[in-house]
């Protein structure tokens, strides 16, 4: 496979760099002209006429800097006053979105929705969703034949491929993730050697070690009470979390796609599990966040108030942490580099309903928000990660932004989640499995292989 990820960050930009509020304004300006000024010739030109009618976003909360989902969805209805888009929100955890989702899916496929306003022409998937509901019957397929030329491309293969299903393309990716390791740069130095002007890497033993030097009460003002912090609550963040934690023990899949069947390995599964429930009972992880279901604040908040010295989170949380207008006494110098291991591949995909009246407009709006301009504007101004290689390749954001090097590496790198029409059943038993490693003594379940079995036949 040719490798096309970005070329490292150069030494001069690894240091942090604050973003003032009054570019992120100039950006948004210049990126809302750039896309009018593209789509106008784009919507000009479309060979057949839209539906006319409002299409209905279904789609999780949108977090980012200013609501810039909802911003390009208001520059398309200016655009196409016909078609006006509107995005109904859903609940804020992936476990919530997804038993929302499968309730509207499944009352509109039997034609029986309660109300008009239940009606959905587009689902805002996330990742691990999309196999499900194409399986299930939920989707319509995208028209590959009338995407502008060039456009499926542009993506990055390993977040288009979240995208298709038993050969079928299902849906365009709106905005991708991969979870990046944030550290203390105050009191954390070293690391693995990196490729020339790229960031050091660290890994298990390396965070673990510094944890147990670098913690505790007494010492440098601000001095960490746990070395790590994770997304371990009930949810879908344990289940990104433990993945992340066994593919560093060195395990390559956890599912055969093909068979729908689980590649266990008890002793590279139970590796890092083992080392990271010791370091628990140790005290070097932040034991709340076991406890909060779906809060990936909390992780954020014991970082920034200086209480952990490693944090695994998202890269939308540069942002927060890099705020100018945060008081300086609030802030903690960081740097960022990957993970030890592969990250979980994380993101949104668009599809169609199948039972939208307006499959030509509701694919035209999925494309017109997958376009260069408008993941341009996502990742500037929201921080989104993009979906697409030449927002990566940009020189200038890459000068402005010096973590979108190291992000297009980290997402490059990153595992998908297993690909199966029941992966929520089989999230579920595996992060109930590793909550019981982590809370003992990092061994799994006897049964587990057996559990995670039945998971992916449904049951």
Request: glycine share 10%.
């Amino acid at each position: 496979m040719t490798d096309r990820r970005p070329g490292g960050v150069p030494a001069t930009a690894r240091r942090r760099r604050r973003v003032p509020a009054s570019f992120l304004l100039g950006v948004a300006v210049g990126t809302v002209l750039g896309i009018v000024a593209t789509l106008g010739w784009y919507v000009a030109t479309r060979e057949e006429p839209l539906e006319h009618g409002e299409l209905v976003i279904l789609s999780g909360k949108d977090t980012s800097s200013g609501g810039q989902r909802e911003e390009l969805v208001k520059l398309w209805n200016v655009l196409h006053p016909q078609s006006p888009a509107r995005i109904r929100e859903a609940p804020v955890t992936t476990d919530q979105q997804h038993s929302e989702m499968v309730g509207i899916a499944q009352a509109q496929a039997a034609g029986a929705g309660p109300d008009p306003d239940d009606e959905v022409d587009i689902y805002n998937l996330d990742v691990t969703f999309t196999a499900e509901f194409a399986a299930a019957g939920y989707l319509r397929p995208v028209d590959e034949a009338r995407l502008a030329p060039g456009h499926l491309g542009a993506f990055v293969p390993e977040v288009l491929d979240t995208c298709r299903y038993r050969g079928s393309l299902w849906a365009l990716p709106f905005n991708t993730d991969a979870g990046l390791l944030f550290y203390r740069s105050d009191l954390v130095t070293g690391g693995a050697p990196a490729a020339p002007g790229g960031a050091p890497r660290f890994d298990w033993d390396a965070i673990l070690d510094r944890s147990a030097a670098l913690t505790g009460a007494g010492g440098a003002a601000q001095r960490p009470v746990a070395g790590y912090v994770g997304q371990f609550g009930p949810y879908e963040g344990l289940t990104v979390n433990g993945m992340e934690l066994v593919w560093a023990g060195g395990v390559d899949r956890l599912v055969d796609e093909t068979e729908n069947r689980v590649i266990f390995q008890r002793e590279r599964w139970e590796r890092r599990l083992r080392e990271v429930a010791a370091a628990r009972r140790a005290g070097l992880l932040v034991g709340d966040a076991f406890t909060v279901p779906g809060d990936e604040g909390r992780s954020l908040r014991d970082f920034q108030e200086g209480r952990a010295l490693f944090m695994r989170n998202w890269p939308v949380n540069y942002r927060a942490l890099a705020a100018t207008d945060a008081a300086p006494a609030s802030r903690v110098p960081f740097e960022v580099t990957r993970l030890p291991g592969p990250s979980a591949l994380g993101g949104q995909n668009l599809a169609i309903a199948k039972q939208t009246r307006q499959p030509r407009a509701a694919q035209a709006l999925i494309e017109f928000l997958t376009r260069q301009e408008a993941q341009r504007t996502l990742f500037t101004v929201g921080g989104f990660a993009p979906t697409r290689t030449d927002v990566y390749a940009d020189a200038a954001l890459r000068e402005r932004f010096p973590y979108l090097a190291l992000l297009g590496e980290a997402v490059r790198e990153a595992r998908a989640r297993p690909r199966v029409p029941h992966y929520f059943q089989f999230s579920r038993v595996f992060r109930e499995g590793v909550r019981t490693a982590l809370e003992g003594d990092g061994t799994l379940p006897e049964d587990f292989e057996a559990r995670l079995n039945r998971a992916l036949r449904g049951g």
